[in-house]
């Protein structure tokens, strides 16, 4: 028998892509970068440095929203679960995975780079 908390989890992955852009929490990811750039915690530039950061996030958010149509809804669904997994969200990240997504989808062989090799014909 299924435990309803496993079927409602199950659920989830059968629920379709909604067609909007998701909400991500990038304090986290924002708050990382500047620390990593700041001499130490107490560097007054990290402040600016996650200002930075989190205005670049929501101008990669609109540019989300413009061009959000244009990715498939398995890529969607894909890349939303990636970019959530770890705890440090990015609409960075997201926009990265997407586009990657897409661009691997529109090469042919003769574009990747790799030569073909021709079985034996038996």
């Known amino acids: 028998m299924i435990l309803p908390s496993m079927l409602a989890l199950g659920a989830?992955?059968?629920?379709?892509?909604?067609?909007?852009?998701?909400?991500?929490?990038?304090?986290?990811?924002?708050?990382?970068?500047?620390?990593q750039g700041g001499a130490s915690f107490h560097d007054p530039g990290i402040a600016k440095e996650k200002q930075n950061c989190l205005q670049t996030e929501n101008e990669v958010r609109q540019q989300l929203v413009k061009e959000w149509g244009n990715f498939s809804a398995a890529d969607k669904r894909a890349c939303i679960s990636e970019s959530r997994m770890g705890g440090d969200s990015s609409y960075t990240e997201l926009l990265?995975?997407?586009?990657?997504?897409?661009?691997?989808?529109?090469?042919?062989p003769q574009d990747t780079g790799i030569p073909h090799i021709a079985t034996p014909a038996r």
């Open 12 to 35: 989830h992955f059968l629920l379709p892509v909604a067609d909007q852009v998701p909400v991500l929490n990038v304090e986290q990811v924002c708050q990382g970068i500047a620390r």
């Open 96 to 108: 990265t995975c997407l586009e990657m997504a897409r661009d691997v989808r529109t090469l042919g």
